[in-house]
């Protein structure tokens, strides 16, 4: 999940060097942290955050598959 999370970021930015994923996991929580560059930020979210809701929609349904635990992806 983290390398979907990191090729899609990588796709979007001006500096893929810069973008990491990073994971934190509780009982039925997945929380998935991607980090960009702060020039990037505004490309990786989207206008109205449309670019952002769409990368939380493709891991959401890519999780879905794997297991019962709820998938949170955060940018940071």
Partial sequence: MQEL???IAKSLVDNP???TVSVREKDHLVVYELHVA????G????KQGRIAKAIRAVVKAA????N???VIVEIV
């Fill in 5 to 7: 999370i990191a090729v």
């Fill in 17 to 19: 060097e810069e973008v």
């Fill in 63 to 66: 999780a879905s598959r794997e």
């Fill in 68 to 70: 019962d635990k709820k």
């Fill in 38 to 41: 702060s020039a990037d930020m």
């Fill in 43 to 46: 490309k990786v979210i989207g």
